[in-house]
């Protein structure tokens, strides 16, 4: 038993990957790189963050005491988060949701003690093998690809399934189809394995405390197998990639390096500004001008086409009373002509579609569909090929440099990082 757990000072010799380390690098490889392979520290805390380890800290201690036989009241448990908030309450807090206070998520917090106290009182479900503690495993034979974790809680019921426990204090509940995908309890369930021999049934247990809601799930043999085959694959990737490219999502918002990331560190600069001394930054400036003659381009391209049409409209006409279809000017002549042309329906219509079965039908739909280079493009990067044949179209590639300049509308969620900086 002991083998099986470690401390944190342990894990410094090789590569060991933690499912938060793979789950980083998916959601962005520059983030990845920032936290695990720069190493860059920040000072600041979400105040999400700060509530989360402080009820961490306390289910901690109200099982830790268990083990010795002492159960606390809940007025306890309710004084020991109090004590450890104020304690450890810092000026480095972020509280990005403007409409709350440090108040409102210390209620959040003890509110999610009551709860799990109330559902779970006297906590006698089961016993208690480990509390927050560490755990390392292979997801491969050879212990090439090796990871650690931290399981909440380890129980195992009277009936020998062993419980791993995982405590949530997110404001969002997701529904169970996300906890039948979960990945972060399964790779605890893996590490189980391979270390108790006793292990037949596992129940993998969340605990949403802002929800009071908990929710279960298992696991195939077959489904861990592959789970272990997708991490490996993920760390492979991880261990090609040269180039961390920012990869932006809704996780932005929890992001600690906006004043590094090449799609956020303009925002966080001009953000730092007032609005007089904002609206003269070169960047700001060169943003602004690029929009007004776009907005002028449209509005003359706008105006030039209805002169256009009215000309056109005007030398059908004149021919028409002339006789004519060619009409001479003084450097160019015009030539007119009527005719009838058929207009198929656009495609995402059921007309569309019609139309294009109907054509796959006879055979013919080949003839009809062009190359489209963009997509080429697309499919080429997106790795759904065969490498071999990716790698024969590459070489009818030409390395082009393309600046591309596109202007788009500020989001709330820009506005919104401009004012925490402001703040
Ligand atoms: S701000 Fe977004 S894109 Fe930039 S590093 Fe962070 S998560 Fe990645």
């Given at each position: 038993?002991?083998?099986?757990?470690?401390?944190?000072?342990?894990?410094?010799?090789m590569t060991v990957y933690?499912?938060?380390r793979l789950e980083t690098f998916r959601s962005c490889p520059l983030k990845y790189k920032f936290t695990y392979i720069d190493r860059i520290?920040?000072?600041?805390?979400?105040?999400?963050?700060?509530?989360?380890?402080?009820?961490?800290?306390?289910?901690?201690?109200?099982?830790?005491?268990?083990?010795?036989?002492?159960?606390?009241?809940?007025?306890?448990?309710?004084?020991?988060?109090?004590?450890?908030?104020?304690?450890?309450?810092?000026?480095?807090?972020?509280?990005?949701?403007?409409?709350?206070?440090?108040?409102?998520?210390?209620?959040?917090?003890?509110?999610?003690?009551?709860?799990?106290?109330?559902?779970?009182?006297?906590?006698?479900?089961?016993?208690?093998?480990?509390?927050?503690?560490?755990?390392?495993?292979?997801?491969?034979?050879?212990?090439l690809y090796?990871?650690?974790?931290?399981?909440?809680?380890?129980?195992?019921?009277?009936?020998?399934?062993?419980?791993?426990?995982?405590?949530?204090?997110?404001?969002?509940?997701?529904?169970?189809?996300?906890?039948?995908?979960?990945?972060?309890?399964?790779?605890?369930?893996?590490?189980?394995?391979?270390?108790?021999?006793?292990?037949?049934?596992?129940?993998?247990?969340?605990?949403?405390?802002?929800?009071?809601?908990?929710?279960?799930?298992?696991?195939?043999?077959?489904?861990?197998?592959?789970?272990?085959?997708?991490m490996i694959e993920l760390i492979k990737m991880i261990e090609a990639t040269e180039e961390f490219e920012p990869n932006e999502?809704?996780?932005?918002?929890?992001?600690?390096y906006?004043?590094l990331c090449p799609r956020?560190k303009?925002?966080?600069?001009?953000?730092?500004?007032?609005?007089?001394?904002?609206?003269?930054?070169?960047?700001?400036?060169?943003?602004?001008?690029?929009?007004?003659?776009?907005?002028?381009?449209?509005?003359?391209?706008?105006?030039?086409?209805?002169?256009?049409?009215?000309?056109?409209?005007?030398?059908?006409?004149?021919?028409?009373?002339?006789?004519?279809?060619?009409?001479?000017?003084?450097?160019?002549?015009?030539?007119?002509?009527?005719?009838?042309?058929?207009?198929?329906?656009?495609?995402?219509?059921?007309?569309?579609?019609?139309?294009?079965?109907?054509?796959?039908?006879?055979?013919?739909?080949?003839?009809?569909?062009?190359?489209?280079?963009?997509?080429?493009a697309k499919?080429v990067e997106s790795g759904s090929w065969?490498p071999g044949?990716v790698s024969?179209v590459k070489e009818?590639a030409?390395k082009e440099i393309?600046?591309?300049?596109?202007?788009?509308?500020?989001?709330?969620?820009?506005?919104?990082?401009?004012?925490?900086?402001?703040?």
């Amino acid at each position: 038993m002991e083998g099986f757990f470690l401390s944190s000072s342990n894990v410094t010799s090789m590569t060991v990957y933690s499912y938060s380390r793979l789950e980083t690098f998916r959601s962005c490889p520059l983030k990845y790189k920032f936290t695990y392979i720069d190493r860059i520290k920040r000072p600041f805390d979400s105040v999400e963050a700060f509530m989360g380890s402080r009820v961490h800290a306390v289910l901690e201690k109200l099982y830790a005491d268990l083990k010795h036989q002492k159960l606390n009241t809940l007025q306890e448990l309710h004084g020991d988060f109090e004590a450890r908030w104020r304690r450890e309450w810092h000026d480095n807090i972020i509280i990005r949701k403007k409409d709350y206070t440090a108040d409102n998520y210390f209620e959040m917090g003890r509110k999610c003690i009551s709860d799990f106290y109330e559902r779970y009182y006297p906590f006698n479900q089961a016993s208690t093998l480990g509390i927050e503690r560490g755990v390392k495993f292979s997801l491969d034979p050879e212990e090439l690809y090796r990871m650690v974790g931290y399981i909440d809680r380890l129980d195992q019921r009277l009936d020998g399934t062993y419980e791993i426990h995982d405590y949530k204090c997110s404001g969002s509940c997701p529904e169970q189809p996300h906890f039948d995908k979960d990945r972060q309890l399964a790779l605890y369930q893996i590490a189980l394995g391979q270390v108790f021999t006793d292990v037949k049934d596992v129940e993998l247990v969340w605990h949403y405390l802002v929800f009071d809601k908990e929710f279960r799930s298992r696991r195939t043999s077959d489904q861990l197998e592959s789970l272990k085959t997708d991490m490996i694959e993920l760390i492979k990737m991880i261990e090609a990639t040269e180039e961390f490219e920012p990869n932006e999502s809704a996780l932005c918002e929890w992001c600690d390096y906006p004043d590094l990331c090449p799609r956020q560190k303009h925002f966080f600069a001009v953000g730092q500004l007032p609005v007089n001394e904002y609206l003269n930054e070169p960047g700001v400036v060169l943003v602004d001008k690029l929009t007004k003659l776009e907005e002028k381009k449209k509005t003359f391209k706008a105006e030039i086409e209805e002169e256009i049409a009215k000309i056109k409209d005007a030398l059908i006409k004149f021919a028409e009373s002339e006789g004519i279809d060619v009409v001479r000017g003084s450097a160019k002549k015009a030539k007119v002509k009527i005719e009838e042309v058929d207009k198929y329906p656009v495609s995402g219509t059921k007309e569309r579609k019609l139309l294009e079965e109907l054509i796959e039908l006879a055979g013919c739909l080949s003839d009809v569909s062009s190359f489209d280079l963009k997509k080429l493009a697309k499919v080429v990067e997106s790795g759904s090929w065969d490498p071999g044949l990716v790698s024969q179209v590459k070489e009818f590639a030409v390395k082009e440099i393309k600046p591309l300049v596109t202007l788009s509308k500020l989001t709330e969620k820009d506005l919104l990082l401009e004012e925490e900086i402001k703040d």
